[in-house]
């Protein structure tokens, strides 16, 4: 199996400082609810128009299990790696090679359209005449990514430090604007759901929906540095997807009903849309303010996702899998050189996007794969669930049969999602989407085994002098 297990050495041992209150607050601004409606919302609503309320909650369904799922592995497996280290503790070392080669992809092919949209959030509530320069566009996104290294070079502490204000300005306007919607709903009009459904345009919002759903397994992933590594990581994720669930069960149908659908269907800014719509009474100039929220979540949302990227290649780099460099810690204790990779192959990333218009399809196609990649790691980590609670089923036959039972279905539902999306998204994303997430998946199963023939060890946290292992 070429794999061997070791306990972490001081050289590459995070520092444990994340409260529940910190591990929660990154889990809710990691799913980063205002950038997520304002970035996928309009997609969703010109899938499947009033029935992407249905997607949402279909999708919602199995990961909210998830969440659960999440924290028993944590309970058992608290490791910075997360879905590839419980990979490499339940499945062996070559399934969790490719667990990590999923994590990649599913969270770097998720950055990009998180910088772009940074930048033009900021120009639009600055001066909106800047929209029309791509030089400023590609100055005010290097200075987002520069930005959004900050916390992620200073440490957990600061980290979260950050994050909570800029979660607490989110809160505060969306908190605002949804009671002024709801004050104004009586008035509304909310549109008839049509006589046919589509199916299609459904299953295509469900997986979509995948990345506005996410984001609250980061606590997994900052389970290494949690104060109480056995308790507290998994509860922070569970806290984060029902509160995200929340806050799209109020605004959605907000959105739905206060605006018209025309309007939202493909529109690049549905939360702006909507507060052009509350009522003529308001201040003609109350739709940037919105502008507020969307980009303190949009922040939090790209130097989070890149926490949890670079916090799966550190334990990677540590167990060898990658280069053991990028397991490397800076003087404040956060995985310096993994962060400076990550972040200069965005800056490239975003420099081809704005100056090279002949590969604009080319990223469309990648970037339209994230959510398929999303899915497919929360699949892989449903499996992961199963075989080890079945394996505990057969040695204590009355205890986990039905968290067994839930991540198998889950898995399943999840693995359904992933098939109609392939058999999709030809016609309705693109015609070289499946090509694309075929020569990615191939590619993964190359990285695996070449990988294979080097020794990768597993790292395992210290609670108490002694090694976390399974109960």
């Known amino acids: 199996m070429f794999l061997r297990k070791a306990s972490a050495t001081n050289g590459t041992k995070l520092r444990r400082t994340y409260s529940l209150l910190d591990l929660s607050s990154l889990s809710i601004s990691s799913v980063g609810p205002a950038f997520s409606i304002s970035a996928a919302a309009g997609v969703m609503i010109g899938y ?20 659960f799922i999440f924290r028993m592995l944590n309970h058992h497996f608290p490791q910075s790696g997360a879905s590839y280290h419980w990979s490499a503790r339940v499945l062996g070392a070559r399934a969790s090679r490719f667990q990590g080669w999923v994590i990649m992809l599913a969270y770097f092919t998720s950055l990009p359209p998180i910088v772009l949209p940074a930048a033009q959030y900021t120009i639009a509530l600055i001066n909106p005449v800047w929209q029309r320069s791509t030089l400023v566009e590609f100055a ?7 930005f959004a290294m900050l916390p992620l070079l200073s440490g957990a502490r600061p980290t979260a430090r950050i994050t909570q204000v800029f979660l607490a300005i989110e809160v505060v306007f969306l908190v605002g604007f949804a009671t002024l919607g709801a004050i104004l709903l009586p008035h509304a009009h909310f549109p008839k759901a049509p006589a046919h459904v589509p199916v299609a345009g459904i299953l295509l919002t469900m997986v979509v929906a995948t990345t506005i759903l996410d984001g609250w397994e980061i606590d997994s992933y900052a389970s290494e540095e949690a104060a109480r590594p056995k308790q507290d990581p998994g509860l922070g994720g569970i ?5 995200a669930v929340v806050i ?23 939360l702006v849309a909507w507060t052009h719509h509350l009522t003529p009474l308001l201040p003609p100039y109350l739709g940037r303010f919105i502008l507020v929220p969307i980009l303190a979540s949009t922040a939090g949302s790209l130097w989070l996702t890149g926490y949890i990227l670079i916090r799966a290649m550190y334990a990677m780099g540590r167990d060898r899998l990658l280069p053991r460099w990028f397991a490397q810690l800076n003087r404040q204790g956060a995985p310096g050189v993994a962060t400076w990779v990550v972040f200069v192959a965005l800056w490239v990333v975003t420099i081809l996007q704005l100056f090279v218009s002949s590969l604009d399809t080319f990223f469309a196609v990648i970037l339209s794969a994230a959510g398929f990649f999303l899915t497919l790691e929360f699949m892989l980590d449903s499996v992961t669930a199963t075989v080890f609670l079945w394996r505990q089923h057969a040695r204590h036959p009355h205890a986990h049969r039905a968290m067994a039972i839930s991540s198998a279905i889950t898995g399943l539902y999840l693995g359904g999602v992933l098939i109609a999306f392939l058999l999709l998204s030809p016609r309705i994303i693109s015609p070289w989407t499946d090509g694309a997430v075929t020569v990615l998946l191939v590619a993964g199963g190359v990285f695996t085994v070449y990988r294979g023939k080097h020794t990768q060890t597993v790292h395992m946290i210290q609670l108490d002098d002694k090694s976390v292992e399974s109960t």
């Open 140 to 146: 005010i996104s290097t200075f987002w990514l520069l």
């Open 48 to 67: 499947s128009g009033l029935y992407s309320l249905l997607a949402v909650a279909l999708i919602a369904l199995p990961f909210l299990v998830s969440a």
């Open 248 to 270: 799209y069960a109020v605004l959605f149908p907000l959105l739905l009903a206060e605006t018209p659908i025309s309007q939202l269907a493909n529109s690049p800014d549905p």
């Open 239 to 243: 806290i984060g997807a029902i509160g």
